[in-house]
């Protein structure tokens, strides 16, 4: 079941830079893992902003919840959901 | 070079039932043969509405506005373009 | 799986009494269908508008778009899904 | 007397970490409450966000302001509240 | 109980000019006689706008809507109701 | 001559609580005086939030702005003023 | 008294060209005798806008009211009325 | 002088074929002449929607405005305008 | 060439007492050097906003924003400007 | 390949003097240099803003997310990116 997952992350400016750098590669270690599992098939960078659209495909709203709210920079984005379903026009529907 | 794309589809209510199947099923085919070619690699359906959130993958800005504007809905759509980067965590990057 | 659906219902001034009529009652012999199977298990009007509040239980978002897309009145409202998690203080959780 | 209400938590990313803990405990605590004597019959999370939305059934506007403005993580909160009527269509009304 | 109601008059254009005038009419009477019941107890015109800010004071949410979707210009308004409480400022509370 | 004002609060979380309290008393007393002289007539809580809905009756643009201007709150809020006029239904009118 | 009003003038397309000509010939004609008045000292065109920013001077809320809506081009503008205070740099003041 | 201009153009679907065939080619030729003349140095097509960004340059506003209330298509566009200076890190300055 | 500016004064809570007198006086004489050489010809207070709608009368976009950028306040305001143009039914023009 | 980018800048009031200075001054230089080299073709001073409307050419969408994240003030601005086409009555195209 897949969501469309729009990212925005606002660090705060004066955040120490260690804590930063921590936080941003735990960000990325744990979004590769995602992705290696197939929940986070897709990632990409929205030009000329700290932003970024991903598909997620998990089982559940709740599954999509726990992911989500476990990301390391969680507390520094604000994130929207979209869910999506197969268009009828998709020429791998069906 | 990949792009987000929202259409969001507002056909009028008084529009001619047949004109109206013609463009529809126009539309349909010329998704068909996009997504075929791999110009057009996503189409989702936005849960609840008459609107779907694509991916593109063209050489240029003025290849994918032929596109668009080439669409049969296109005189019915609004539309919202995004272009997108690789994610520096994107695992199939580098 | 619960969604949070929000409907505004716009029907023409203008449309035919008797066709209005029609559509009215189909929807409500539609909701009360679901509501009856348990796939829609609240609705609310929202004081002063042609709204409502619904939950919507259901198995997947394709399940969802199709039970959306096929109300009567789909063609006249304007609707916004928003998928729900489980809440860690509700006390019916887990 | 039914109530449609989102909350929107901001806690400050500096705050006492302790402090913090206390309040969402507290929170936590104050919302059971209320949901085991009726007051608070829904509470779901918002998928990716740090947001609820909830249904209160109280006797007046006083007693939901007095409930609300009460919330231990009120003055870190956003909240909307949209008053809600019985829909014609609900299968328990009337 | 107090609600904080605006109401916007959009009549179409071209709407019928006996129409226009007779439903004019009778929203002014129904109007009035929710006056003098107390239950609209007050009525203020937006200065430069075809709108209304109204208080109610009615005993439920669902008789607010009661009254207000049997407004003669109910098709051709849009309305928005914020639900008020006593202030902890006012001189003529408790 | 009428207006009605809406005024949201946003005192800072980390205001010192005696400063805080002194201006919350002050504003308490300076509103309560406006409101025994009949400069302001209503004020009303909107429920949920940390506002309010106020009807003024001033002489003045220039009056209104001294009295909003003077409040002990006025650098922590955010204040919206609309000039109202004689409603044509208004059964007090004329 | 002094009001900041900007008028959006928004014409049907398809308005009859002699009822077109006549409407606006009438605002033209009704303005300027407002303006030879002294009650609607300033009016100038947004540049690219079908748009007007404007000042009145007028002696109460009421006056002002009655005099936006004697606008012949009233039922095709939307209108926003923002009241103005002397400022405490002016020079013309005090 | 530098000004930005937006313009999205909002053609009524219903409109005659052969009228709308006239007046996008009186734009086309308009827009050229401007282009020619210098006025209109710049007119870039947003991608997938029927909307331009421009620059125009200019003697005054009035200058503008004359140009762009000339526009054939005016009646059928919301045009944006942005007055632009020179920035201070252009190479082309000073 | 007239502009429209409106600006909303942003002064930090915490600002120094004695810096935020010095500036306030220094705008306060910057502001009147201007009106007094004609290039800023109305200065009116938005009524319970600490805010102004001013008129700037000026040779050239550069030069305006030479005067707005000199602005003591300047890094304390959000700023719009407006441009405009002599409107056909004023009764001063030619 | 054409992009409209428009920046704002917001750089914290209480950043040390000489730390925005110096990111000023490599803002700039770095401005300058891609100016020179064609990618940056154009840069305006949006009037009384501490914005830019700029254009780019780039050869990707890549590279304008490279050189957008590399200016030196990237972390206080926020950045809006518009794909452009060949419009089809520029002079120049074609």
């Given at each position: 079941?897949?969501?469309h ?37 897709h990632?990409?960078?929205i030009?000329?902003?700290y932003?970024n659209v ?8 709740d ?11 969680f507390p ?7 869910p ?11």
């Open positions: 079941m897949l969501f997952v729009r990212m925005d992350v606002h660090i705060p400016l004066d955040l120490d830079a260690d804590v930063r750098a921590d936080v941003v590669a735990r960000e990325r270690a744990y979004s590769q893992e995602l992705q290696r599992s197939g929940k986070w098939p990632i990409w960078r030009v000329g902003e932003s991903s598909i997620f495909d998990v089982a559940s709203n599954e999509l919840h726990d992911l989500l709210s476990g990301l390391p920079l520094y984005m604000d994130i929207a959901v979209t999506l379903a197969t268009h009828p026009s998709d020429i791998r529907a069906g």
